[in-house]
Nanobody
Framework: VQLVESGGGPVQAGGSTTLSCKAS????????MGWFRQAPGQEREAVAT????????RYADSVKGRFTISRDMKKKTMSLQMDSLKPDDTGTYYC????????????????WGQGTQVTVS
């Protein structure tokens, strides 16, 4: 399984950016994918998850109403639209995936991308 993130970079506070994750070697249908982030000196935290089958989503309280996770079944990609960005959103963002229908911020993910940096100033 390979997950490759794209997008991110420097963004002004209040601005927007979109992250994408391309999955290969992964059964995209009826599984769980998510976005995590890690700020310097802090533990990695779950940001949002999506069940690829029904499209059910979950969000961390800190990003609710500002971030939107989505998936494209045909392209086998997952995206994270990030709006109203704050400096606290700065960090390395990771795409993650797991098998099975259980899909929440507390789920254990088996596959990880290399991460992409988002810096909000």
């Amino acid at each position: 399984v390979q997950l490759v993130e794209s997008g991110g970079g420097p963004v002004q506070a209040g601005g927007s950016t979109t992250l994408s994750c391309k999955a290969s070697g992964y059964s995209y249908a009826n599984n769980c994918m998510g976005w995590f982030r890690q700020a310097p000196g802090q533990e990695r935290e779950a940001v949002a998850t999506i069940y690829t089958g029904g499209g059910d989503t979950r969000y961390a309280d800190s990003v609710k109403g500002r971030f939107t996770i989505s998936r494209d079944m045909k392209k086998k990609t997952m995206s994270l639209q990030m709006d109203s960005l704050k400096p606290d959103d700065t960090g390395t963002y990771y795409c993650a995936a797991k098998g099975g229908w259980a899909c929440s911020l507390e789920s254990t993910f088996n596959y990880w991308g290399q991460g992409t940096q988002v810096t909000v100033s």
